[in-house]
């Protein structure tokens, strides 16, 4: 399109274009005028009563926190709750010397030199006129000390505040978790407008999993204040909104009979129920008092916790990663009905141990003279070795590994906590790529008996036992049951239910082998069958911690306790109608028979005679 | 016929007035925006806790925009003028992009992530209206006839409709003004503007009920009763006031805020910087930083009268017009005669992309001064 610029009539256009823009300055003019005026108005007219709400009666907006949501159990007792408690609080704009305060308040209430420390750390990240806490639950003689003396500290005051505590205390430790003083990556990371008021985050459990729920929301309060700062009076205020409570599906009873089961072992004890998924029992000992974390643990306190060589700190249900030992052997022998490389009539004869065709290398069955004639109900109620090597290497690792795989062994069970390992299922790809090497046969067989690579969390061996018990219905386990919002119950979402295809006669064989491993003469878990009037279907292991040479002959007298070997149990119950899968680690418990399934016994006849 | 220099014409002596000639630099203009950079400086500064990872954020903004504007300076106006339907054509392909998959920042989808940096089509879109409505109008008669001008409102249209669904009333609103005002430049009957902005008043309450999205009417209520609610909504406006009423004529003094520093101000260094700076420096810096403005926009009016051709004058013209809108907008709505809406004060608030379209606008100016022909005949 070519323009048509000779046709323009130039003059007009210049006239128009000049008038415009003459009018357009002026309409400027007048409108920025118009500014001015209001400018007059407010910097002018309105400058002293402005200036008296500047200076003299200040408006403030502070945030007022939340109260955190109550943790109950599945019964509705209290497992953490919000106490009243005194804080000495400094607000540095009102100090003249922070220096000299902190030093004479330091002299006046004995505080020891590294809440000092943590102060000077924490102060960063608060405006200087937040009131920053000090010294957290003080003591009754503190505050009154500190009464007399308040006149010569300006800026500084004792405040109430709610602090979070713990009922149970290392009972719950490692489900409920605890809250603490945020720190460095987390502030970084955190919604600062959610978190003005706030001073502590859930850092492990329930706390940190529903932290978002938990908290509620913050609320704000206009207050008035004088040229010094001091509240003079609040104008309005927006009630915060509180945090949510929770209700777990975990039964203290419960988890108290587990807890002192272990008695004087390590390990772990997950109960699951098997209608839900719900988790009953989640204890991990040695555990540790988690009220010390609420206010900021001392140095001294956590050292001892964290150097302590029974590691009450961690977290072995959902961080642990164990050899299943022989109680993988229900879940291999199910493999093998299904896949038909065996039946329940097909006989062995057991030497105690097992060759590969030639290859000198014997492994052993643990009963050193063997275990005869077996077919499959033999072989898991006497838990033999040298069926289980025979049948994993006709079943081959791909099958083992695939089958193992559905029943969540190698992958997390995405319980609704964070921080859960996802053990270690090999397979042939797994040794290529993490080892660089071919997988051999020999490799098979161990895997057949629940050694060699294979690591589970209780909480995997937990969920594969549910699983198992429900037919090959999966099982997700969850913690949370309820969560109660301002009294309006909102709905926890929990995965839909998957289906494993299982021949159900298949799983009556297994399940009917699991039950003479307890109420047969010579089950391995025979002693837990008396006094009770139904019927238990376990399975007992031991998992190596250290390897026996091919020459040396494993002597539990002689080795000392760390190498001894982990204990584990898993079962289900009432066997015929089952109601709860429980799983059991007793670390250097040795026998899984004798130390492991008491414990599960314990749980399991509380939970039924409920 | 070749392009002849000014600088060639008028034999300038100082050197330093030479070497701006031939980077083709207006000198007073140049001026106006300096000082207003300088007081951003120092707004920041005293506002940001005198943090200077800030001020060095900024400066390097404000490295990218002078150069910016350096660059479109040396450019000769023919080519923006044939670049115009181009350049109009991609903002408006890319503002449809942004909706599709843009990024979503605080709630409203503006950015377009381009793997290196992200950027904000609507920005653009800002300059390129103009251009296309100055180019197209260029072309036919003055003053446009009838069917030119529904043609032109059709292109002012389309680039503000896609950015009222991003949503950002603001810059649709700057986006409109800058189209409308070449059509005003170009001589639009007063008789049309008139009743376009009748019967827009008259389409208000229809946009309230059916475009306007919750938090904007938010705005508007708050604006026409910010006592309301002074906790929460009211609170900027309310804030906003005793800062500026407690500054009085001569001010507190530079760093000497105290409705700011103690935070009882939100956002101060951004969209209500104003407040601050009419805090610290009185009713008399609030004149001296409006003169300033004036200065600016008088210069830019200047540029657009000596204009040689339609579509210079016409771009030039309503370039300088957005920067008012841009100033007016915002110091209205700091001191509560306007409704806020999220326009910051044009090259004192911290942020870069304003002030990289700002400056892009003056660079183009520059160009229209600085490249006169000698007409033909």
């Known amino acids: 399109m070519r323009r048509h610029q000779a046709i323009k009539d130039s003059f007009l256009e210049n006239r128009i274009f000049l008038s415009r823009t003459v009018i357009l300055f002026v309409l400027i003019l007048v409108l920025i005028s118009g500014l001015v005026a209001r400018l007059i108005y407010l910097q002018v007219a309105g400058h002293s009563r402005y200036h008296g709400m500047a200076t003299n009666n200040r408006i403030k907006v502070t945030s007022v926190p939340p109260t955190r949501g109550i943790i109950y159990d599945k019964q509705g007792r209290i497992l953490a709750e919000n106490l009243p408690s005194y804080s000495l609080e400094i607000i540095p704009e009102q100090v003249t010397d922070m220096g000299d305060t902190l030093q004479r308040l330091q002299l006046a209430l004995a505080i020891p030199e590294e809440k000092i420390e943590a102060f000077k750390k924490h102060r960063k990240r608060y405006k200087h006129f937040d009131s920053i806490p000090l010294l957290m639950q003080l003591s009754n003689t503190d505050v009154a000390k500190f009464a007399v003396l308040r006149h010569t500290f300006p800026g500084v005051d004792i405040h109430a505040r709610l602090i979070r505590h713990y009922p149970y205390a290392e009972l719950t430790a490692h489900v409920v978790g605890y809250v603490g003083r945020i720190n460095e990556q987390e502030l970084k990371i955190l919604p600062e407008a959610e978190y003005r008021s706030i001073h502590s985050i859930g850092k492990i459990g329930v706390e940190r999993a529903y932290e978002d729920i938990l908290r509620g929301h913050a609320g704000y309060s206009e207050i008035e204040i004088n040229a010094q700062g001091k509240p003079i009076n609040e104008l309005g205020k927006i009630e915060p909104t509180p945090g949510a409570d929770i209700y777990l599906t975990v039964d203290v009873d419960l988890q108290k009979v587990a807890y002192d089961a272990l008695a004087e072992y390590n390990g772990s004890v997950v109960a699951l129920d098997l209608e839900t998924g719900g988790v009953l029992v989640q204890v991990s000992k040695a555990s540790f008092d988690p009220n010390l974390f609420v206010s900021g643990i001392s140095h001294a306190d956590y050292k001892t916790l964290n150097s302590s060589k029974n590691k009450p700190l961690f977290d072995r249900v959902l961080r642990g990663q164990y050899p299943p030992g022989s109680t993988l052997k229900p879940f291999i022998a199910l493999a093998g009905l299904e896949h038909e490389i065996t039946h329940m009539h097909e006989t062995l004869f057991c030497p105690g141990y097992y060759q590969l065709p030639n290859n000198p290398h014997k492994y052993r069955d643990w009963k050193k003279w063997g275990h005869g004639k077996v077919n499959l109900d033999i072989a898991i109620t006497q838990s033999c070795d040298v069926y289980f090597y025979d049948m994993s290497l006709a079943l081959g690792i791909d099958k083992l590994s695939g089958f193992l795989h559905k029943f969540g062994f190698g992958k997390k069970t995405g319980i609704d906590l964070k921080g859960e390992k996802a053990g270690l299922l090999p397979s042939r790809e797994w040794k290529r790529i993490n080892r660089e090497q071919a997988w051999f046969p020999g490799e098979t067989l161990i895997t057949g008996i629940g050694q060699g690579f294979t690591q589970v969390t209780p909480m995997q061996l937990a969920r594969a036992t549910a699983t198992l018990a429900n037919q090959g219905q999966v099982v997700t386990p969850y913690i949370a049951e309820r969560i109660i919002d301002d009294n309006r119950e909102i709905a926890v979402k929990h995965p839909p239910a998957k289906n494993i295809e299982l021949k159900p006669s298949n799983v009556q064989d297994i399940i009917g082998a699991m039950v003479h491993v307890v109420h047969s003469a010579r089950g391995t878990a025979k002693s837990i069958a008396k006094d009770i009037d139904f019927k238990i279907a376990g399975k007992t292991g031991t998992a190596q911690v250290y390897t026996i040479k091919q020459d040396e002959e494993y002597n539990e007298e002689e080795i000392s306790f760390n190498m001894r070997d982990h204990a584990l149990f898993i079962a289900f119950a009432p066997a015929d109608d089952p109601k709860i899968a429980v799983a059991v680690i007793a670390e250097h418990g040795s026998h899984g028979g004798s130390i492991a399934a008491p414990i599960a016994a314990a749980v399991i006849k509380q939970y039924l005679a409920q | ?377």
Not at chain 2, 101 to 113: N, P, Y
Not at chain 2, 141 to 154: G, S, Y
Request: charged share 15%; proline share 4%; aromatic share 12%.
């Open chain 2, 1 to 377: 016929m070749k392009v002849e220099h000014r600088a060639e014409q008028f034999k300038e002596h100082s050197l330093i007035g030479s070497l701006l000639r031939k980077l083709h630099i207006d000198i007073p203009l140049l001026i106006g925006l300096l000082l207003l950079l300088i007081l951003s400086f120092m707004m920041l500064y005293s506002t940001g806790n005198k943090e200077v990872a800030l001020l060095i954020r900024q400066s390097a903004r404000m490295g990218i925009a002078t150069v910016l504007m350096i660059v479109l300076a040396h450019v000769d106006p023919r080519q923006f003028q044939r670049f115009s339907i181009l350049l109009y054509s991609i903002g408006v392909i890319l503002l449809a992009a942004v909706l599709l998959v843009g990024d979503v920042g605080k709630g409203a989808q503006r950015w377009l992530d381009l793997g290196v940096f992200r950027f904000q089509p609507s920005e653009m879109i800002k300059i390129t209206t103009p251009m296309m409505i100055a180019w197209y109008l260029s072309g036919h008669e003055i003053p446009p006839k009838w069917r030119h001008i529904l043609i032109a409102c059709v292109f002012i249209l389309i680039p503000t409709l896609l950015i009222v669904r991003q949503p950002d009333l603001g810059t649709s609103l700057l986006v409109a003004s800058s189209g409308v005002s070449v059509l005003y430049f170009a001589g639009l009957s007063w008789r049309f503007l008139l009743t376009s902005v009748f019967s827009l008043a008259a389409l208000a309450p229809v946009y309230w009920q059916f475009f306007m999205r919750e938090y904007q009417k938010d705005r508007v209520l708050t604006f026409l009763n910010p006592e309301a609610d002074p906790m929460g909504k009211g609170y900027h406006i309310i804030q906003s006031k005793i800062a500026i009423g407690s500054g009085g004529v001569y001010g507190k003094g530079w760093q000497g805020n105290t409705q700011s520093q103690l935070e009882f101000l939100p956002e101060s260094s951004t969209d209500f910087i104003f407040a601050v700076f009419a805090e610290e420096f009185g009713l008399l810096g609030c004149l001296g930083l409006l003169a300033v403005y004036v200065f600016i926009i008088a210069r830019g009016l200047y540029i657009a009268v000596q204009a040689q051709d339609t579509y210079g004058r016409l771009l030039a013209g309503s370039l300088v017009c957005t920067f008012f809108v841009y100033a007016f907008v915002n110091i209205g709505m700091v001191i509560g005669v306007l409704p806020v809406v999220g326009i910051p004060l044009p090259l004192i608030s911290y942020g870069g992309t304003s002030m990289v379209t700002l400056f892009a606008g003056f660079g183009i100016l520059m160009s229209i001064h600085t490249h006169k022909n000698i007409l033909p005949g």
